[in-house]
């Protein structure tokens, strides 16, 4: 049996009045005189291409392969075309052309779908990570059958097109769409049910200011405190509720939180192109307290947990819960983490200081906030590994 093919990160790319200029009254190109690229199409398509996405070319070429639109003057055109591209490193890893016209009925001419349909079998849209980009009402109603978001072009030829079918009902630029696509927040949602816990979470990593909001609501306060923390100086918005049967205790509810947290921060992250990755040697004091942290988002779980409660519980978490957040967290999210609690230095331990539970608990929980959002910062948009996984 065969698997089923992992979905891809794609965009979907009409040509005329997209890649290159249509001209107005034939709505055709001819020649190369007319060949002139839409501006910014070179540096917008190379930042997306770096980024990971596929590139698919799809456009409706009228009666192509006739006297009206000869099929050699079109391939030519095209051959210039990608060439120029390709010149820049930019590669269209699949060219689909519909040559009906609208009296032909066919399956494949935009809004329809006929001309991907086969293709997107084998290498499936990644649904929260696809685009069209286009011009046209057609090409925005393709988008909707494909289940994507279009990008409307800014089109001096077609400027008044439907813009209800293009993403924020605006028309765009290629700076505009590729800085939109790449800077846009990485967010994710998640359900999880089980018989002991009724969970759903709602993640942003990129909080607009830096400071995340949060709405926690888990049944146990000074839980709910820690993640509180968590979103704030992690800088993510992060809401949270969770049923669960606390009649028997805290436990259920704390490693199922954990682990849907740890799968959302996943899921927000994708494929965690052009992030910093580690955060490492963060020491966070507070008072008496110093934790020592370093982490690296590395896709392989592993954690060192080392801290010591002197009490037995912070309000109504018990502490042996605490090690067990940050193993299934990061079981859940795939981090490597390394943890050191004490008071204060650990080559000068004891000193007579007596640790503070709560200031324990807290600093574990804040560092672990700074370290994911140094971690997940993004600086460019290769992978940080040289296997090119992570
Ligand atoms: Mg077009
Ligand atoms: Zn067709």
Known sequence: MQANPAPRKTLLIDRDGTLIHEPSGTFQVNSLEELRLLPGVITALHRLSCAGYDLIFVSNQDALGTAQNPRENYEYLNDKLFALLGGEGIEFAAVFTCPHIPADGCACRKPGTGMVDAYLRRKPLLLSDSFMVGDRGTDGRFAGNLGIPAFLLDSETHPDEDRTLSVEQKLWTWPELAHYILQRPRCSRLARKTKETDISIELNLDAPDGQGRYQIATGLHFFDHMLEQLSRHGGMDLSISCKGDLEIDAHHTVEDVALALGQAFADALGDKRGIVRYSWERVL??????????????????????????????????????????????????????????????????????????????????????????????????????????
């Open 285 to 390: 004091v507070m008072d008496e307290v110093r934790c020592e942290i370093s982490i690296d988002l590395s896709g392989r779980p592993y954690v060192v947990f080392d801290a010591d409660f002197p009490r037995p519980a912070a309000g109504d978490l018990p502490t042996e819960m605490v090690e067990h957040f940050f193993v299934s967290f990061c079981s859940a999210a795939k981090i490597n983490l390394h943890l050191h609690c004490h008071s204060g230095h650990p080559d000068h331990p004891g000193k007579g200081l007596k640790p503070n539970t709560h200031h324990m608990v807290e600093a574990c929980f804040k560092a672990l906030a700074r370290c994911l959002k140094d971690a997940v910062r993004r600086e460019g948009t290769g992978i940080s590994s040289t296997k090119g996984l992570l």
